[in-house]
């Protein structure tokens, strides 16, 4: 069955740390990826996708995030975090099918000031 | 443009009772989406509308029916509530089916 595996449940950093979030997805071929963002009480946003081209991608608020196809990953990373980037993080991949996303279970990202 | 949207917020139901939930955007979208997120589970996918007229089951439907009742809007109902539905349920609209969706604020369902 087709998946999306996030690493870690939960990242624990203190302002101005890096972050880097894993992604896998276990499929080959053509794929559309994603990083949805989750505030608390909030609903899910997109802070960035990838469909082709330069396999480094940039989103909002400083995040970015490299597509390796050797590796099936799609990791998001931000050099340096703030107190306001605590929330869940969500990898999704389009299905093979290309009718609906498939989600990874989410990180949720606590940064203490 | 107020995206897409969900009523009721919250909801609160006794077993075997029955209710629909909303959801309508106003971004001209062709594709809307039902999602359930649950606690360690991600989101899980319950049905789906690629077109106005058309639906397709998710990774999750049974207990569910949907109907999509214009290019607008996309209801959920639950004809007879279990306590394993109590959950957030999202929607979410994309311009075609590989594309970037947008989420609703969620409803939060709790069944007794």
């Known amino acids: 069955a087709q998946s999306v595996s996030q690493h870690n449940h939960h990242v624990i950093l203190s302002e101005a740390a890096s972050l880097e979030l894993g992604c896998n997805y276990s499929?080959?071929?053509?794929?559309?990826l994603f990083w949805y963002v989750q505030y608390p009480g909030q609903h899910l946003q997109l802070l960035l996708k990838?469909?082709?081209?330069?396999?480094l991608v940039k989103g909002i608020k400083g995040f970015e995030a490299e597509f390796i196809k050797s590796k099936f990953s799609f990791n998001l990373r931000k050099p340096s975090v703030q107190w306001s980037d605590t929330a869940e993080y969500f990898c999704?991949?389009?299905?093979?099918?290309?009718?609906?996303?498939?989600f990874g279970k989410g990180t949720t990202l606590s940064v203490s000031s | 443009n107020a995206g897409v949207t969900q009523t009721p917020k919250f909801q609160v139901l006794k077993t075997g009772q029955s209710m629909t939930l909303q959801c309508a955007q106003d971004?001209?979208?062709?594709?809307m989406y039902w999602y359930r997120q649950d606690p360690g589970m991600g989101l899980r996918l319950i049905y789906y509308?690629?077109?106005?007229?058309?639906?397709d089951k998710g990774e999750v439907p049974n207990g569910y029916n949907v109907s999509r009742l214009n290019k607008r809007e996309f209801s959920l109902r639950l004809e007879s509530a279990a306590p394993s539905q109590t959950s957030v349920y999202f929607c979410?609209?994309?311009?075609?089916?590989?594309?970037?969706?947008?989420f609703g604020p969620g409803t939060r369902l709790t069944v007794l």
């Open positions: 979410a609209s994309s311009e075609g089916q590989s594309g970037s969706q947008y």
């Open positions: 499929y080959g071929g053509t794929v559309n």
């Open positions: 990838y469909f082709s081209g330069d396999p």
């Open positions: 999704a991949a389009l299905n093979q099918a290309g009718t609906a996303l498939i």
């Open positions: 971004m001209n979208h062709n594709s």
């Open positions: 509308s690629a077109s106005e007229g058309t639906t």
